[in-house]
């Protein structure tokens, strides 16, 4: 069963950075297509990067192009998450899914990652 667990989420202030990781275990993860989500209180959980299982595709939501990098290390299992100049309203709780088959047509449609880790709380002070 594969399991997800993010890490590297923080109280920061406007204009740091961060890096958030996704490890991956107990399935194959260079065959997974791995997204990001983040969902800010009261708001619906939306996409912002997802990132083919060999890395070579990578795919970022508009609103965070020019500031969020997603990138993945297949030897080490996991995915990350860079992301810079935050700011307030970068505050969510940011989750990665997995899938197999996840076309590239459909990395940011929730319903086709049928795994999901907790989630990292990201606050971001003005």
């Known amino acids: 069963q594969v399991q997800l667990v993010e890490s590297g989420g923080g109280l920061v202030q406007a204009g740091d950075s961060l890096r958030l990781s996704c490890a991956e275990s107990?399935?194959?993860?260079?065959?997974?297509?791995i997204g990001w989500f983040r969902q800010a209180p009261g708001k619906e959980r939306e996409p912002v990067a997802a990132i083919s299982s060999s890395g070579m595709f990578r795919y970022l939501a508009d609103s965070v192009k020019g500031r969020f990098t997603i990138s993945r290390d297949n030897a080490k299992n996991t995915a990350y998450l860079e992301i810079d100049s935050l700011k307030p309203e970068d505050t969510a709780v940011y989750h990665c899914a997995a899938g197999m088959r996840v076309g590239s047509d459909d990395v940011f449609t929730r319903g086709k990652y049928p795994y999901w880790g907790q989630g990292t709380q990201v606050t971001v002070s003005s």
């Open positions: 107990g399935g194959t993860f260079s065959s997974l297509v």
